[in-house]
């Protein structure tokens, strides 16, 4: 006779005790969890998220483009990265990058910036530049409505493809009438309607927009629920047309229509008038007003040399000359002759202007206001350098900063100001569960920036690994070839629902 099964109870057995029977389940249960497999998991690093605080070693379990548990458990994943020793920190969020080609986002992604948004001045249109970049996009992505695109299009003199500044000229130096005015409007708001998140202002290349005009654009701003980004009106100390004039007047336009206001970088808009600048938005913050700012850590700045910055006068405003502008690509210092010939070429020249000093952006930097953004283009290390930069030179070598506040300015603040446009704000910026899972992970002892003004795209060191949206873009130090994760990042007008 063959012996009944084990797991058969033979019928007169008396029934099981209920506690066992929970202990069973419990047991069942609990080994069901520790089987559940995540997508990827971040082994035992130092995980730091600026809005808990939350600074320990952990384990990170992400799925489905989420982080989905934080926790000292052993965790399971088809995928599992050991992060001993290295910080897991949200991703970086640039607010202000020009350049928006795959070879930028290469050198981004090595920076540890998972999303990186043309946010200053704004990409001339809309719907092309996120067509484009759909589903071709190593990082997140995202552009502001360029008041200065709408205006060249409405003088007549349209930007040409690939560019963001006009040539000076009528469109940027003479006043707009009325009915331009309402055109620029109509372009605007066509350009929210795109999924711009913000309007995006380079007074300083509009100079021939009057206080009116620029309030007229605040006050869209605020009808559409976006914030404005700009570029102030002028640089320097030289009154009339300083920077204290230049911030207290898009403080002003704030205040009269209501749109918050992100200055971008404070460090070469007010240059020696920095930390007063610094002390204006302050002011204005502790009065209730939504400003905020932004900077990036070098003294030279870059723009284009054909453009409305360099009208006459630009010499007395930064307080430099010809010899302080030099061609990235040459390293040739400008002299009268050369510079007459640029300036007044329709060819765009791109020009890096050495008119800051060490001692203010070392001021700027760690002011607890001050977000890094870095004004990425190519031909200035900014480009590829910014945050490694900031992580070597402020936390590391000069110890002005504590890791944990920078990591606040390159991930939860821009985010906050993000959410200005788009509830996905909430998700980014942050390493919590529920969060989107753009993660850096990066060696705090030796991360640096290798970008220089003679190379200016040599990736930084040190960032080991970057997630964005839970798929991996750089592996063991290397760029993955051949993925595009990035999504787009749209306002509150875009038609369609966002996709991030
Ligand atoms: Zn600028």
Known sequence: MVAAPDIIAAPNEPPMPKTFLVSLLLLLLSSFVAAQQYDLVIDGGRVMDPETGLDVVRNVGIRGGKVERISSEALNGRRTIHAAGLVVAPGFIDLHQHAQDLASQRVKAMDGVTTALELEIGAPDVAIFLKTKEGHSLINYGTAASHVAARALVFGAPLPSGEILPKSGPATDQPATAAQIEQIENRLRSELDAGALAVGMGIQYTPGATRLEVIDMFRLAAARQVPVYTHVR?????????????????????????????????????????????????????????????????????????????????????????????????????????????????????????????????????????????????????????????????????????????????????????????????????????????????????????????????????????????????????????????RALTGPGSQSAPTN
């Not at 944990?404 to 991930?411: C, E, G, I, Q």
Request: aromatic share 6%.
């Open 234 to 486: 002028s640089a320097g100390s030289l009154e009339p047309g300083s920077a204290v004039e230049s911030i207290s007047e898009v403080i002003g336009a704030a205040v009269i229509s209501g749109a918050p206001l992100h200055i971008v970088h404070i460090n070469s808009s007010c240059l020696h008038d920095s930390v007063e600048c610094l002390a204006l938005i302050a002011g204005a913050r502790a009065r209730g007003l939504d400003v905020t700012t932004e900077a990036y850590p070098y003294i030279a700045g870059m723009t284009t040399v054909n453009s409305a910055l360099f009208n006459p006068g630009w010499q007395q405003k930064l307080g430099i000359s010809y010899a302080q502008l030099v061609l990235p690509d040459t390293g040739e210092h400008l002299t009268q002759q050369r510079f007459d010939e640029l300036h007044n070429s329709t060819r765009t020249q791109g020009v890096l202007v050495f008119a800051n000093t060490q001692d203010i952006v070392d001021a700027v930097i760690p002011h607890p206001l001050v977000m890094i953004a870095s004004d990425g283009e190519e031909g200035h290390p900014r480009n590829a350098g910014t945050y490694s930069r900031v992580l070597a030179q402020y936390v590391r070598e000069k110890g002005t900063i504590t890791l944990m506040d920078a990591l606040r300015k390159m991930t939860l603040m821009p985010a906050q100001m993000l959410e200005r446009s788009t509830p996905a704000g909430r998700q980014k910026g942050r390493l919590q569960e529920g969060a989107d899972a753009d993660i850096v992970i990066f060696d705090a002892a030796t991360i640096t920036d290798r970008s220089t003004f003679q190379k200016p795209m040599e990736p930084s060191a040190g960032v080991r690994w970057l997630v964005v949206g839970g798929s991996l873009v750089v592996d063991d130090g290397k760029i993955v070839p051949d993925v595009f994760p990035g």
